[in-house]
């Protein structure tokens, strides 16, 4: 009972530091960009990856396999409550860790990680190197190159679409006025008046955003933009969703509690 409990509460916590640490990463163009504001994006990272995870239930079988250690340590050792939850609380610590200081962190490489850690203290060299390298390390490898292949035919094209179509980027100037103070002391407290000026910004500016002009079938392009923009980053965190949740759930089904039902859905 202890271990289960154990089991759960650690699968728990690398679905939180998860969540925590890649919620945002999906729609972060939408913030940064200024399409959206920080909360709204957030929801929409919420909802699409909740679809994701859904979706992963009835679609994602190959990874629940990998994920649940089988074939990599002896069946035995695979569906071992200590075994697993060790393995939770490698990636979830460090997923967590990462999270903390800020510095990017991936759920799979440390789910890998804490998987071929796990089983080398377990098993030694009595772990399959083989399918390391062939279910984990390559694809791991590949996928980096391939999206960038796939980033570098893409974008001339729509590039080339935009300009095809005629539509057009409008920018506009910003003028106000300027307060420099001359010094400050170490409280932050002005010291002196310090002097006032004239201020003029073309296009840098946050407020002086470039935004295209024109109309696509009667509706303004950057309206169009925009959407295209919200559904491709719903994309990342669809596919996020689709691809992190069964990995998680994996070791909760290698130990065996009570998830059948969606193992059997598949």
């Not at 170490?186 to 002097?195: I, K, P, Q």
């Amino acid at each position: 009972m202890l271990w289960t409990l154990l089991l759960f509460g650690a699968t728990f916590f690398v679905a939180f530091a998860n969540g925590a640490n890649d919620n945002f990463k999906g729609v972060a163009t939408l913030f940064g960009s200024g399409t959206t504001d920080y909360k709204k994006a957030l929801w929409w990272a919420t909802v699409t990856t909740f679809a994701g995870s859904t979706v992963a239930f009835f679609s994602a079988t190959k990874l629940f396999h990998t994920f649940g250690g089988k074939g990599l340590v002896p069946a035995a050792l695979a569906g071992s409550k200590p075994f697993l939850v060790a393995v939770i609380l490698g990636a979830a610590l460090t997923v967590f860790v990462a999270t903390k200081i800020g510095i990017p962190i991936s759920t799979t490489h440390s789910l890998t990680g804490a998987l071929i850690g796990t089983g080398l203290v377990a098993v030694g060299f009595d772990l399959s190197f083989s399918t390391v390298w062939k279910s984990f390390l390559t694809p791991l490898m590949v996928s980096p190159f391939l999206a960038v292949g796939i980033a570098v035919l893409v974008y001339p094209l729509l590039r080339l679409g935009v300009t095809l179509t005629g539509f057009t980027k409008e920018s506009c100037i910003c003028i106000g006025g300027e307060f420099v103070p001359v010094a400050m002391t170490s409280e932050g407290h002005l010291m002196t008046t310090g002097t006032q000026s004239l201020r003029v910004v073309v296009d840098e500016e946050v407020n002086c955003l470039q935004r295209y002009t024109g109309t696509m079938l009667g509706v303004n392009v950057q309206t169009v933009l925009d959407s295209v923009h919200y559904l491709s980053a719903g994309a990342v965190s669809f596919a996020r969703g689709l691809n992190d949740t069964p990995k998680i759930v994996a070791l909760v089904v290698a130990g065996g509690l009570g998830l059948n039902w969606g193992v059997s859905l598949l």
